[in-house]
């Protein structure tokens, strides 16, 4: 992990070269990441079938997403098989169709969070069955910290599949300014300003929800003070500790998996 956050700073800098305006360089790097956070979220098992999707907004036009194509393997996900859709719902680049839950859940979430630039979703075994039943996270360890005051509940249109914008639009408004959402009967929906840090997000709570659901059915887990909980959400919560956890997936996919960058 970094010392500091002026290190992760001078880290995230250091890693780019992209100059302010150059849009196309950009979204090949907002692309690559994209790729790369799915196959991550294939390779954990957290993607099953056709359900699931991981969007980053176009650096040029905030009014359009790409995203994962539908029915498309996480594990074999490539850049140039990304497609762009707008906020309309309408494939702008690709060939291939959109998912009509990304659409719906996504345009909605990016329209009424701005600073959002990249969210995901899956239906995971332990956020769907975490979600089904309307308990808090708890903070019982230290990485449940991260999410210390920072988790959106919901359950606009719990169970039903997310096809409406008018029910995505009330999940939007419930997830307020908070980083996740859990909604009921559903999953999590996880939000970051980097694919990078959307994508740890969605795994690490995916492991929390494991963690408290493993550790109540064993006993009466003990939580950790506020105070604690704040400290743990100051060193592990904020948005550069999000983007720098994912930093080991990204060098071992580069390592072994290159042709996910084609």
């Not at 029910?167 to 939007?172: D, E, F, G, L």
């Not at 740890?200 to 909980?229: K, N, T, Y």
Request: overall charge negative; hydrophobic content about 40%; charged content about 20%.
């Amino acid at each position: 992990m970094v010392k500091s956050l002026d290190e992760a700073t001078r880290l995230i800098v250091e890693s780019s070269t992209i100059e302010a305006g150059d849009f196309e360089a950009e979204r090949l790097h907002r692309k690559q990441r994209l790729a790369a956070g799915l196959r991550t979220m294939g390779r954990l098992n957290l993607a099953e079938g056709v359900a699931g999707h991981v969007t980053v907004r176009d650096p040029e036009f905030p009014d359009r997403f790409w995203v994962n194509p539908f029915g498309h393997n996480f594990k074999l996900m490539k850049v140039s098989d990304l497609i762009c859709v707008d906020h309309h719902g309408e494939v702008v680049i690709g060939d291939r169709p959109v998912n009509t839950a990304a659409f719906a859940i996504h345009s909605e979430l990016h329209k009424a969070r701005p600073d959002v630039i990249a969210a995901a979703h899956s239906h995971s075994m332990y956020g769907r069955t975490f979600s089904s039943l309307g308990t808090p996270l708890k903070m019982i360890t230290q990485d449940h910290t991260m999410f210390y005051n920072d988790v959106a509940y919901c359950n606009v249109g719990s169970g039903t599949p997310v096809v409406d914008t008018e029910i995505s639009a009330q999940m939007a408004a419930s997830l307020g300014d908070k980083k996740v959402m859990i909604h009921q009967n559903h999953g999590h929906i996880t939000t970051g300003q980097s694919v990078d840090a959307a994508v740890w997000w969605f795994v690490s709570l995916e492991r929390c929800m494991q963690s408290q659901l493993v550790a109540e059915a064993a006993g009466d887990p003990i939580e950790v003070s506020h105070e604690i909980a704040q400290q743990g959400w100051e060193v592990q919560g904020h948005e550069l500790a999000g983007w720098f956890q994912f930093q080991p997936f990204w060098d071992e996919l580069v390592a072994r998996e290159p042709e996910f960058l084609d």
